[in-house]
Nanobody, 115 residues
Framework: QVQYVESGGGLVQAGGSLRVSCATS????????MGWYRQRTGKGREWVAG???????TYAVSVKYRFTISRDSAKNTVYLQMNSLKPEDTAVYYC?????????WGQGTLVTVSS
């Protein structure tokens, strides 16, 4: 069964940076396109960024030029580097395959940006 374990969240001031990680297992990671998603309080889950197996990346407009997604196939891990953080980036961040996700989701990692 696929498993995602997100980590690295925390409290950061607006304008600051944070990197979250997601370790995966249960699938051939190197073949999967991976994505980061987030869920803000009271909102549905939304897609943030995606990276193909060859490293090509795509971003939601709201995070483009501020966030960078990357992957390490040797570690079966995908990362999201978040710069110039804004209070509206406060959310629980999840990773999953992209563009179609798999169940179950991981527990996510909470990122809180203070103003």
């Amino acid at each position: 069964q696929v498993q995602y374990v997100e980590s690295g969240g925390g409290l950061v001031q607006a304008g600051g940076s944070l990197r979250v990680s997601c370790a995966t297992s249960g699938r051939t990671f190197s073949l999967d396109a991976m994505g980061w998603y987030r869920q803000r309080t009271g909102k549905g889950r939304e897609w943030v960024a995606g990276i193909n197996s060859d490293g090509g990346a795509t971003y939601a407009v709201s995070v483009k030029y501020r966030f960078t997604i990357s992957r390490d196939s040797a570690k079966n891990t995908v990362y999201l580097q978040m710069n110039s953080l804004k209070p509206e980036d406060t959310a629980v961040y999840y990773c999953n395959t992209w563009p179609n996700y798999l169940e179950p989701w991981g527990q996510g990692t909470l990122v809180t940006v203070s103003s």
